[in-house]
């Protein structure tokens, strides 16, 4: 079983920058799709990015040209640069690991998951 764990959250104000970490333990899947996802009270959570081994990247349309999603093999770790924060990120985030599938955002169903770090930005 891959662990997933999560960090590099924290409160800015509109306009800032975070970057979240997700280190992973070592990833023996032919292929596979890692993802961050999002969620706020009271809403559903949304797919953010995904990454497949193949080097597919996929956005959702609301972080487009804001969020980049990446990935050091050597160190084993995931990454979500985020820019420009507004408000509307604000949610816990998870990273997600979805094993022998080359997903898009859209179909991106992982089973293995992190406990999440929170984002926080006020206006």
């Known amino acids: 079983q891959v662990n997933l764990q999560e960090s590099g959250g924290g409160s800015v104000q509109t306009g800032g920058a975070l970057r979240l970490s997700c280190e992973y333990s070592?990833?023996?899947?032919?292929?596979?799709?890692m993802g961050w996802f999002r969620q706020s009270p009271g809403k559903a959570r949304e797919g953010v990015a995904v990454l497949t081994s193949y080097g597919d990247v996929h956005y959702a349309d609301s972080v487009e040209g804001r969020f980049s999603i990446s990935k050091d093999n050597a160190k084993n770790t995931l990454y979500l640069q985020m820019d420009s924060l507004q408000p509307e990120d604000t949610g816990m985030y998870y990273c997600?690991?979805?094993?022998?599938?080359?997903?898009?955002?859209?179909?991106?169903?992982?089973?293995?998951w992190g406990q999440g770090t929170q984002v926080t930005v006020s206006s």
């Open positions: 997600a690991l979805e094993p022998y599938r080359r997903s898009t955002l859209a179909n991106h169903s992982p089973s293995i």
């Open positions: 070592e990833i023996t899947f032919s292929y596979y799709s």
